[in-house]
């Protein structure tokens, strides 16, 4: 059975990280919670739940999963497969098996869990999540000749092929790095439809006007970034 574990970057989300982690399947053999300066319960609930808890000072979404990959790295072990899944039990954590099935199965490098219209509940992303994410896979396509349909955070890789990324966003540009990473070094990829809900809490990015044009800045600036190369 392949060695799976998985990263959840956390800040103050004691109400929904110990869902997340306790709806994980059992298999997975590690589950790493990175709390980044959470002020509430999220470290003691995420330890309650059966989580490996480490912290980064340093702010930041990518911040959190860069500190989650080093203490992974360090290990005398490590796994075949990475998930990443955000704290805010906005995904359905007991599918992370149909999105590591097309490694498993197939041997792609990475998948995408993408939040089929379809399959949201309703005002589960804001308009301007939804805009942004029409806007960034089109230009991805439009440049890169991409199939992405989705950014969404619900994501699994293989080990060895997420090292060759080299990430480095250290905010909310971590997603489409990855991503456009990927396309680049021609790696293989795909989306799996998976379904989300309305998140517990408010978002750090979307719940603000600040947070949104913020992730919006870093995401565009990684697509014409990435074009110019």
């Given at each position: 059975?392949?060695?799976?574990?998985?990263?959840?970057?956390?800040?103050?989300?004691?109400?929904?990280?110990?869902?997340?982690?306790?709806?994980?399947?059992?298999?997975?053999?590690?589950?790493?919670?990175?709390?980044?300066?959470?002020?509430?319960?999220?470290?003691?609930?995420?330890?309650?739940?059966?989580?490996?808890?480490?912290s980064e000072?340093?702010?930041?979404?990518?911040?959190?999963?860069?500190?989650?990959?080093?203490?992974?790295?360090?290990?005398?072990?490590?796994?075949?497969?990475?998930?990443?899944?955000?704290?805010?039990?906005?995904?359905?954590?007991?599918?992370?098996?149909?999105?590591?099935?097309?490694?498993?199965?197939?041997?792609?490098?990475?998948?995408v869990g993408?939040?089929?219209?379809?399959?949201?509940?309703?005002?589960?992303?804001?308009?301007?999540?939804?805009?942004?994410?029409?806007?960034?896979?089109?230009?991805?396509?439009?440049?890169?000749?991409?199939?992405?349909?989705?950014?969404?955070?619900?994501?699994?890789?293989?080990?060895?092929?997420?090292?060759?990324?080299?990430?480095?966003?250290?905010?909310?540009?971590?997603?489409?790095?990855?991503?456009?990473?990927?396309?680049?070094?021609?790696?293989?990829?795909?989306?799996?439809?998976?379904?989300?809900?309305?998140?517990?809490?408010?978002?750090?990015?979307?719940?603000?006007?600040?947070?949104?044009?913020?992730?919006?800045?870093?995401?565009?600036?990684?697509?014409?970034?990435?074009?110019?190369?």
């Open positions: 059975m392949a060695d799976i574990k998985v990263i959840i970057p956390a800040i103050n989300e004691g109400d929904s990280i110990g869902k997340v982690v306790s709806e994980l399947p059992k298999h997975v053999s590690e589950i790493v919670v990175v709390d980044n300066g959470s002020q509430d319960d999220t470290v003691a609930n995420a330890q309650k739940a059966g989580a490996t808890v480490i000072n340093r702010k930041g979404y990518g911040s959190a999963c860069l500190k989650g990959l080093k203490y992974i790295s360090e290990q005398s072990k490590t796994p075949d497969i990475i998930v990443f899944i955000d704290g805010d039990y906005s995904d359905y954590p007991e599918e992370l098996d149909k999105v590591v099935a097309p490694i498993l199965e197939n041997g792609v490098d990475f998948v993408a939040r089929k219209k379809s399959l949201r509940e309703p005002g589960s992303m804001t308009p301007q999540q939804v805009f942004g994410n029409q806007l960034a896979t089109f230009l991805m396509r439009l440049f890169f000749r991409s199939r992405f349909t989705d950014l969404g955070p619900f994501r699994a890789i293989k080990y060895e092929k997420l090292k060759e990324l080299e990430m480095q966003d250290t905010t909310y540009g971590w997603t489409v790095e990855m991503q456009l990473k990927i396309l680049r070094k021609k790696m293989t990829y795909t989306e799996v439809p998976v379904r989300y809900k309305k998140r517990i809490g408010v978002s750090k990015v979307s719940g603000t006007v600040k947070g949104t044009i913020f992730a919006g800045m870093k995401i565009l600036g990684w697509i014409f970034k990435y074009s110019l190369k």
